[in-house]
């Protein structure tokens, strides 16, 4: 069993940063992919970002890229999405998760395993 905790969620103006962070405990996750999905009030749980088992390659949602960055540090068992130059669309309920799979290239929802509890992002105009 993995366990996933998200942190680093808030309030912050458009033009704004966060660093968002997911611990795990429990089973190791640094042989799976992690992935990062937000969802928006009445809305999908969309695909923001993901990284390969050991970091080896990065993949982004076009909505994501040139201003989000997901890396991970396993030797803390933790993952982190940086976004900067967050937009008011950007605002949803952010949730980390760890992939069934060693690449990067899965973006469906079922393709992950273990989920957090989520952590609220909201961006103010």
Known sequence: QVQLVESGGG???AGGSLRLSCAASGRTTSSYAMGWFRQAPGKERDF???VSGRGGSTTYADSAKDRFTISRDD???TVYLQMNRL???DTAVYYCARSRYYSDNARQPSSYVYWGQGTQVT???
């Open 11 to 13: 309030l912050v103006q």
């Open 48 to 50: 923001v970002a993901a």
């Open 75 to 77: 030797s803390k068992n």
């Open 87 to 89: 937009k008011p669309e």
């Open 123 to 125: 961006v103010s105009s």
